[in-house]
């Protein structure tokens, strides 16, 4: 427990002194205080405006940080994982564990503080048509995909030596499989569909159950994801 | 009690290359362990099976009598390793990174600081303490590797190439440090192509060659087979007619010799004592009228032995094959015997590794 911490706090550290985590909060927090700017003052809507932000600013941006902050999880430390950590007393699974939750963490926290002031200055000063619990649903499937996005990071980051095909393939996987799911006739489960209908669901128009359904695929993708990636690790030769 | 015991390790990566060849390792507790052999014997496979970061195609591997996993921190807590050329994160300071090696290893913070200021004094890095490592030359890498190797102060110290990218004098003092750190229960293996620094410190000497263990036993050991039948001496005057004799000191064919300017190191086949052939090395200086700058038993001695071991076990590998291919066919002709007995090939006199 005790090398499990201290490499979850070494790998927090490492990722909030990460320029790319900087950039990152940059390149959400000034677009979404000039939407908010926007918003006021031409009377726009929240549920449209908040769509918008997410579809031209967090989800792109989000995808591209997310998948080389997780990439690099454990491809990226290559070098130094078998001389400097694990020849010592850590377990596979300890450092497995601390990476997955550090940086599934930090993604999750670096959305959450992000989002959370943009929805209350949308609720102060746009002309708020949302339901909350619409909003509510819509950002906790966004934080879903997500999350699948630095799931599929780590594991891929423990399947490829290097960083950047890692990096690239997450990309492509998340691009590609809107056209695919669309060809299987799972249009629903894109990504693509899923920011598509975000105004209607901050207006609280779609039906819970389907957003439900959402939730339940990429969660239980990003726990095939890890399962599959802890057992690849457990089993690699360093 | 045996610290380190394989038995029949064996390691093929991807069914492609064979690194590791039924090595059967023991390393007794309080042992200073050579483990010699040239570029890609098997050296740095041997010791990442010992600490659990990969894992054998087959045999065994025990380490303070239990079997070593991926998944056994606890063994691994009391080992520390230096690996060869090692990295370490970048970005941090000596001081920093021993606190983070504390910190996994479980240490309590005031522990951890007063052990890594001890440490870092003694690997002679306590001026560059707050350095990042970014900026470290190949020697302090090594010192630092030794440091964070020495954090939990461990039963069992493996060190790859402890010596690798050093200057004379950091040579000498980790080799030194290694000296102090020996004994007191403490059990160290040390893995090198540097013969006179096996020489120097190890109690226990291990020749390994394309993945086999071809020599294991003590140092004065390996020092008396050294030693047996090479004299060398250094002569100044008509050495041309020394030469022109050498071969009168003992029967044709049973004498082999080197000269290197006015040094020639000469070598008995025969049998007879060392102190018979170098009576007759000086009755013939005597005769020949040249004058005696030096004499020894042996000359590059360790090395010379190591490279004749080596030289052995490439000439008998048709052989080795051949008996183990018997071997073979026994164990099938004897295996419902042995199974019913409970008895091994090699309890029933039948050697899987026939001895080099």
């Known amino acids: ?238 | 009690m045996y610290v380190v015991e394989t038995s029949d390790l064996t390691k093929i990566y991807e069914n492609r290359y064979i690194a590791l060849n039924a090595l059967n390792l023991r390393v007794e507790k309080g042992a200073v362990f050579g483990l010699v052999g040239p570029n890609g014997a098997g050296k740095s496979t041997t010791f990442r099976i010992l600490l659990g970061l990969q894992r054998p195609t087959a045999g065994s591997v025990s380490v303070f009598d239990d079997a070593m996993s991926p998944e056994r921190a606890d063994i691994r807590r009391r080992v520390g390793y230096l690996p060869t050329n090692p990295s370490f994160p970048r970005h941090m300071t000596p001081i920093t990174y021993l606190e983070f090696v504390g910190s996994i290893l479980g240490m309590d913070q005031k522990q951890a600081k007063i052990q890594l200021a001890r440490l870092l004094q003694a690997v002679d890095l306590a001026s560059a303490a707050a350095q990042r490592i970014h900026g470290f030359s190949t020697g302090m890498m090594t010192r630092l590797g030794i440091a964070a190797a020495l954090m939990g102060d461990p039963e069992l110290l493996i060190l790859d190439e402890p010596t690798s990218g050093l200057d004379p004098a950091g040579r000498k003092q980790t080799i030194e440090l290694i000296r102090e750190l020996s004994g007191r229960d403490r059990t160290i293996i040390i893995a090198t192509h540097i013969l006179s620094d096996v020489e120097r410190v190890c109690t226990d000497v291990g020749i390994i060659s394309q993945g086999r263990l071809i020599y294991a036993g003590p140092m004065a050991e390996m020092r008396r087979l050294a030693r047996q039948g090479t004299i060398s001496v250094e002569l100044e005057g008509n050495t041309g007619a020394f030469e022109q004799q050498i071969h009168s000191l003992d029967v044709i064919g049973s004498i082999r010799y080197e000269r290197l300017g006015s040094e020639f190191h000469i070598t008995f086949l025969g049998t007879e004592p060392l102190a018979e052939y170098a009576q007759r090395v000086l009755s013939l200086v005597d005769r020949t009228g040249v004058e005696l700058l030096y004499i020894t038993s042996g000359a590059d001695e360790i090395e010379e032995a190591f490279l004749q071991r080596l030289e052995d076990d490439r000439t008998r590998g048709f052989l080795r094959a051949a008996a183990w291919a018997a071997t073979q066919n026994l164990s099938n002709d004897f295996d419902p015997v042995n199974k019913r007995m409970g008895v091994k090939s090699s309890d029933a006199g039948i050697s899987r590794n026939p001895p080099v």
Do not use: C, H
Request: net charge neutral; glycine share 4%; charged share 10%.
């Open chain 1, 1 to 238: 427990m005790q090398a499990f911490l201290a490499i979850l706090q070494y790998d927090f550290l490492q990722l909030t002194r990460s320029w790319i985590s900087r950039t990152w909060v940059l390149l959400l927090v000034a677009p979404a205080i000039f939407w908010v700017i926007v918003a006021e003052n031409g009377s726009e809507l929240a549920s449209e405006t908040m769509a918008f932000y997410v579809t031209t600013t967090l989800a792109p941006i989000s995808a591209f940080a997310v998948a080389i902050l997780a990439s690099s999880a454990i491809s990226g430390e290559a070098s130094i994982i078998s001389d400097s950590i694990l020849s010592r007393s850590v377990t596979r699974t300890e450092y497995v564990a601390a990476k997955i939750i550090s940086r599934i963490g930090f993604t999750l926290i670096v959305y959450t503080i992000v989002v959370i002031p943009f929805t209350y200055l949308m609720f102060r000063f746009a002309v708020d048509d949302t339901s909350f619990g619409g909003v509510a649903l819509g950002w906790l499937v966004l934080a879903s995909i997500l999350t699948f996005l630095a799931a599929l990071g780590i594991t891929m980051s423990i399947a490829m030596a290097n960083v950047l095909p890692a990096v690239l393939t997450v990309l492509l996987t998340i691009i590609l499989s809107g056209a695919v799911l669309q060809f299987l006739g799972l249009s629903w489960m894109s990504t693509t569909a899923v920011i598509d209908q975000l105004p209607q669901t901050f207006r609280g128009e779609t039906a819970v159950w389907e957003q439900i359904r959402v939730l339940t695929v990429f969660s239980s993708l990003s726990l095939i994801a890890l399962i599959t990636g802890t057992f690849v690790f457990r089993n690699k030769d360093l």
